[in-house]
């Protein structure tokens, strides 16, 4: 038998994702369109209701306060969302609430003059408005460093190797909303997990009328299976003896959502009252619209690679930062209680579906309005559990982490130096942040503990993140180890064309504002 050849057993790098149905601008029917964009509108639930209904309570609100709050978000995200695939990046990416605001927003609820306020109700306005003037101020962050092309300086300095462990941990350090969320309710988690599975992988060539209908809508299909075994294993009493942490996870009555949501309700600003500043408050803010920043430069990344588009040049990126710092503004103006980022879910649904089209977010975003404002139907689709969120986050997540470490193809693997970098940027990414979890949960505060509370908020909050720990170990190393002789192991030649707008014809045809607005803002 004849040796193979050389092109036979190896894989030419590609700097534009194959096997796609659909990339960034191409659509499919309207009628498609609208169930994808229903599905990643669901999708994007998970967080939307998750983190009101921690934060909520801590601040003594009722479950009128977090329907509300859930309401305002979404309504929020929806907005945002338009903006971003409009006139930021363009990406199709969903713009959903972020978990890296909780060590500020929670050091903000445990303050004492806020504490000390008897009337429930009375402290979570107080304490909703303390958080509404700092993500007012520090959205600033984003604005500046996007709108000045600051932050598209910084890009370039990030090479295909740089960034595999941003990518990566965008993925993986969201591990523990995975399995252990899923652990919680296991009677429902794992065949979640194993349907999803086996609905968008194992059964994807089932076709209707030409569609891989399994494979398009598994996660619509199987969280409607899911949902209805759960509400059927509630309403036959399985677990009205069960400790009250498990009939949180699996019963689909106790979100209290429906019930407190009013028929119609139109979020609109200030609806709290007028904000209050406090300049503590704002710098440990900063810190996680910093953290905001870097994960939502990871997430674009992929959302690029998953759309079939070529990666982002380095003006679009800061353009797409600048708008996302509008985004914070405007959750400061609404009270959304979180700030925005990228939803590193839904990017994974992109690959999930393979379609990566950018009308299809649009549409979506369209139900989050739209849903906002019908309180009582938005409400019944926000009441499904949270275990089955993270069954689905199980694959999604890991899915974003592979598109990073499928940059790994663009360098060369066989260099002492580059596994040392991305073995030692992945392994820090991880295990820091693991560290100063461990720490808060023992000590009830994180590693950083000194009397300057908007200090140790800073560094609580940027070590908490992985993808920031990342980014600043890789990004480091990448930059000053044998940088100038390592030029071409690093991937930097194969990223060179994207750097300019002009560089490469295809970012023309992805990245070029709509209604001729290049007119006024000429591409860098």
């Known amino acids: 038998m004849a040796a193979p050849k050389p092109e036979e057993i190896s894989h030419p790098p590609m700097d534009q994702l194959q096997g796609l149905e659909y990339c960034i601008d191409s659509n499919p029917s309207w009628g498609e369109t609208i169930a994808l964009g229903f599905q990643h509108y669901i999708l994007a639930l998970g967080t939307a209701v998750m983190i009101p209904s921690f934060l909520v309570p801590l601040m003594g609100g009722t479950d009128d306060d977090k329907v509300r709050v859930v309401q305002t978000l979404l309504f929020v995200e929806g907005i945002n969302t ?5 006139f930021g990046t363009r990406l199709p990416t969903v713009i959903g609430g972020s978990y890296a605001f909780m060590v500020p927003i929670i050091s903000i609820i445990h303050e004492t003059s806020l504490m000390s306020i008897e009337d429930n109700h009375e402290r979570f306005i107080n304490t909703m ?32 190797l740089g960034m595999v462990p941003v990518i990566a941990l965008v993925g993986f350090g969201l591990f523990d909303r995975g399995f252990p969320v899923v652990g919680r309710c296991v009677e429902i988690g794992v065949p979640m997990l194993i349907l999803f599975i086996a609905f968008s992988q194992y059964m994807k060539n089932f076709q209707l009328k030409q569609l ?94 998953l759309a079939s588009a070529t990666p982002p040049p380095p ?26 980022t990228v939803s590193a879910e839904n990017v994974g649904l992109l690959g999930s579906t393979r379609v990566g089209s950018r009308r299809v977010i649009q549409i ?49 693997m066989n260099s002492m130096r580059n596994l040392f970098i991305v073995g030692v940027a992945l392994f820090l990414g991880l295990s820091v942040p693991e560290y100063f979890r461990e720490y808060t949960a023992k000590a009830l505060h994180g ?28 990004v480091f190393l990448d930059n000053t180890l044998d940088y100038k002789e390592s030029g071409r192991d690093r991937g930097m030649a194969w990223w060179a064309k994207f750097r300019t707008f002009k560089g490469d014809s295809r970012n023309e045809e992805f990245y070029t504002l709509p209604f001729n607005l290049n007119r006024f803002f000429p591409p860098s």
């Not at 338009?82 to 409009?86: D, E, N, P």
């Not at 958080?131 to 300095?157: E, K």
């Open 212 to 305: 891989p209908i399994l494979e398009r809508f598994a996660l619509l299909i199987s969280i409607t299976i899911i949902w209805a075994y759960a509400h059927l294993l509630t309403a036959s009493g399985a677990y009205k003896h069960r400790p009250e942490l498990t009939q949180l996870n699996c019963r689909t009555d106790k979100a209290n959502l429906i019930s407190s949501a009013p028929w119609i309700k139109i979020p609109y600003p200030l609806q709290w009252g007028a904000p209050t500043f406090d300049a503590g408050h704002a710098f440990g803010m900063m810190s996680a619209v910093l953290v905001s920043l870097i994960e939502s430069t990871g997430a674009y990344k992929a959302a690029s690679r």
């Open 447 to 474: 590693p950083a503990h000194t009397r300057g509370g908007w200090f140790n908020d800073f560094l609580n909050t940027i070590f908490f993140s992985a993808p920031t720990v990342a980014l600043m170990v890789s």
């Open 315 to 340: 003006h679009v990126l800061s353009r797409g930062i600048g708008w996302q710092g509008i985004g914070i503004l405007l959750n400061g103006l609404f009270g959304t209680l979180t700030a925005s």
């Open 364 to 412: 979506s975003a369209g139900f989050m309005i739209f849903f906002s404002i019908l309180g009582k139907f938005g409400a019944l689709f926000a009441s499904i559990p949270f275990t089955i969120f993270a069954a689905v986050y199980c694959v999604l997540f890991g899915l974003v982490a592979s598109v990073g470490l499928s940059l790994l193809q663009f360098t060369n």
């Open 82 to 86: 338009l903006l971003q695939t409009l």
């Open 129 to 160: 408005r303390a958080v509404q003037g700092a993500l007012i101020v520090s959205s600033s962050i984003q604005i500046i460093l996007g709108y000045s092309q600051m932050w598209a300086i910084c890009s370039r300095f990030f090479s295909p």
